[in-house]
């Protein structure tokens, strides 16, 4: 009896042995594995960090695990996760088992001053046992936010251009449609200006393009827009709350314009046509009633402001 009692005692210390071993061993080829990986790669539980490849201490800053565990156990103190509209998945204690397989979670990684963008990845390797991979993709980003914001520029001028300018506009419409918010549109045309191109050369017209707009900005407010509507043509969307606004602040700037001294030809003049939003307006609508007050300001006599 007794022998038979001291056989199961060793059998089932032997079976302890074994799980022990071998989940020791589990963990020790994980550890050899995640090292062939460049991304940042890191082993946990639902709650605990169990082991992180070298790329990852090296770009956190840390000389081995246990210096970083030191610091924390829990991977989701390491990273914030950029959140949209329809993303939250980092939330809750056991978030890393609620990550679909193969979803990709945009995340930022702050090491000093600087903060990277990665793409986060979760695996279920085994119970309570996850790979989580981050990829950085900071430079693709920087590229592309490059990209989009010389899209969104005149290359001439170097303010926004006509698509960027519609797509504030678009914005802006729906909020006033929603809001009831007002605001008005100055569309401004360089007086005479073939006659600048054909008298002084196209490099001075040129210059003049780019001295208008500078000098535009500079009188404008920073939640004002301001676009090259096309050729020599202006266009600006101003948050002015009556017309009577807007029209001061368009005759204050075709004053600037009057008075400053140009490179190489000297003066110039603007004409401005204005419109106010009204509840039944498009982006078209809009943008033709400033056209027609700009076209009235031209048969008046050029250089000046009509609403
Ligand atoms: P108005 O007072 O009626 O506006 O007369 P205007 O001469 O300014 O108007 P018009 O439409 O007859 O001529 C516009 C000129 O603008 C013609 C075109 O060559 C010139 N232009 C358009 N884009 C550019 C540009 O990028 N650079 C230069 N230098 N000229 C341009
Ligand atoms: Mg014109
Ligand atoms: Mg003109």
């Known amino acids: 009896m007794l022998t038979s009692i001291l056989c199961a005692l060793v059998i089932v210390l032997l079976l302890i042995l074994i799980w022990i071993y071998s989940k020791k061993n589990?963990?020790?080829?994980?550890?050899?594995?995640?090292?062939?990986?460049?991304?940042?790669?890191?082993?946990?539980?639902?709650?605990e960090i169990i082991a992180m490849n070298k790329a990852g201490l090296h770009f956190?800053?840390?000389?081995?695990?246990?210096?970083?565990?030191?610091?924390?156990?829990?991977?989701?103190?390491?990273?914030t996760e950029i959140r949209t509209e329809d993303s939250k998945y980092v939330t809750g204690i056991n978030w890393v088992t609620k990550i679909p397989k193969g979803?990709?979670?945009?995340?930022?990684?702050?090491?000093?001053?600087?903060?990277?963008?990665?793409?986060?990845?979760?695996?279920?390797?085994?119970?309570?046992?996850?790979?989580?991979?981050?990829?950085?993709?900071?430079?693709?980003?920087a590229e592309k936010d490059t990209i989009s914001k010389l899209a969104e520029k005149d290359e001439l001028t170097q303010i926004y251009n006509r698509a960027k300018f519609k797509t504030i506009l678009a914005t802006c419409l729906r909020n006033a449609k929603i809001h009831n918010t007002p605001f008005t549109i100055i569309l401004i045309d360089i007086d005479h200006f073939k006659?600048?191109?054909?008298?002084?050369?196209?490099?001075?017209?040129d210059k003049v393009l780019i001295q208008v707009s500078s000098l535009l900005k500079s009188l404008l407010r920073s939640q004002d827009s301001f676009a090259r509507w096309g050729g020599e043509e202006f266009i600006i969307l101003s948050h002015s709350s009556t017309?009577?606004?807007?029209?001061?602040?368009?005759?204050?700037?075709?004053?600037?314009?009057?008075?400053?001294?140009?490179d190489i030809v000297k003066?110039?003049?603007?004409?401005?046509?204005?419109?106010?939003?009204?509840?039944?307006?498009?982006?078209?609508?809009?943008?033709k009633r400033?056209?027609?007050?700009?076209y009235r300001a031209k048969a008046m006599g050029r250089n000046r402001v009509n609403a």
Do not use: P, W
């Open 267 to 287: 003066h110039i003049t603007c004409s401005f046509g204005i419109s106010q939003y009204e509840t039944d307006d498009t982006i078209d609508s809009v943008i």
């Open 290 to 294: 400033a056209d027609n007050a700009l």
């Open 243 to 262: 017309l009577g606004e807007a029209h001061k602040l368009a005759e204050r700037l075709r004053q600037s314009i009057e008075i400053f001294s140009f």
């Open 60 to 79: 956190l800053g840390f000389k081995n695990v246990k210096e970083l565990k030191k610091k924390t156990k829990y991977l989701s103190k390491l990273f």
């Open 103 to 141: 979803q990709n979670v945009k995340v930022q990684i702050t090491t000093g001053a600087l903060t990277q963008t990665f793409l986060m990845q979760v695996s279920r390797i085994k119970e309570n046992r996850y790979m989580v991979t981050f990829h950085n993709i900071s430079r693709m980003v």
């Open 195 to 205: 006659k600048v191109n054909d008298t002084y050369g196209h490099d001075a017209g």
């Open 26 to 47: 589990f963990d020790t080829h994980l550890r050899t594995f995640i090292e062939f990986n460049n991304d940042i790669t890191v082993i946990t539980t639902e709650t």
